[in-house]
């Protein structure tokens, strides 16, 4: 079974701290983890994928499978960043896209105070 | 850039209805997708459609729900006889080959009462 915790449901930063988002995931294949991002009114949209190791925003995502973990970071939180943020995991492969599913965290709404 | 495209963006509708809601994918994408988020709770997949046939289901996905793909371009959930408890937000994605990116539409409320 598919399981993504997102240990927090509020974070609460001031502008120019460092910010780290939990994730943590279950699955006994090889999994694909995304941080999916919705600023207020507006749709899910991917933010970054770990398998292509890139800078988003600033944020980065390291994925450890020791931990099990796909924490998302930002050295500076930015006013802008403020939005509702999620972790999602995939399998890998398979024919028909069954495996493409995404599981979502129940996700971590941020707050970057001024 | 292209979008994924949900209409209507809210439904209210009597338990018991019909209700079908609509989404027209990224137009040379393979896999579609349902998901709904109840009010505070995590997005939960339902259903994923690919080369004209379900995929996967998710057990939420009874036999109240159907899919469709009528035409080229549209891909409907349809829930048959609506509860209270299918009141959500229902979103559409479709994604391309390889599965790089899931690409989601703005979502429809759907309201039960």
């Known amino acids: 079974a598919q399981r993504v915790t997102q240990p927090e449901k509020l974070l609460s930063v001031f502008k120019g701290a460092p910010v780290e988002l939990k994730c943590n995931y279950s699955?006994?294949?090889?999994?694909?983890l995304f941080w999916y991002v919705q600023y207020s009114r507006q749709r899910l949209q991917l933010l970054l994928r770990?398998?292509s190791r890139e800078s988003i925003k600033g944020f980065t995502a390291d994925l450890n499978k020791g931990e099990t973990s796909f924490h998302l970071k930002k050295p500076f939180a930015q006013e802008e960043d403020s939005a509702m943020y999620y972790c999602?995991?995939?399998?890998?492969?398979?024919?028909?896209?069954?495996?493409?599913?995404?599981?979502f965290g129940k996700g971590t709404l941020l707050t970057v105070n001024p | 850039e292209p979008e994924v495209t949900q209409t209507p963006s809210h439904q209210v509708t009597q338990m018991g209805q019909e209700v079908i809601l609509r989404c027209v994918p990224i137009?040379?994408?393979?896999?579609f997708y349902w998901y709904r988020q109840i009010l505070g709770q995590k997005v939960e997949f339902l259903v994923s459609?690919?080369?004209?046939?379900?995929?996967?289901k998710s057990e939420i996905f009874d036999d109240q729900f159907s899919v469709e793909r009528p035409d080229g371009s549209n891909f409907t959930l349809k829930i048959r006889s609506t509860k209270l408890e299918d009141s959500a937000m229902y979103f559409c994605?479709?994604?391309?080959?390889?599965?790089?990116?899931?690409?989601f539409g703005q979502g429809t409320r759907l309201t039960v009462v």
């Open positions: 999602a995991l995939s399998g890998r492969g398979g024919s028909g896209g069954s495996n493409y599913k995404l599981t």
């Open positions: 699955y006994s294949g090889s999994p694909e």
């Open positions: 770990h398998i």
């Open positions: 137009s040379n994408h393979l896999y």
């Open positions: 459609f690919y080369n004209n046939e379900i995929s996967e």
């Open positions: 994605a479709s994604a391309g080959q390889g599965f790089t990116e899931a690409f």
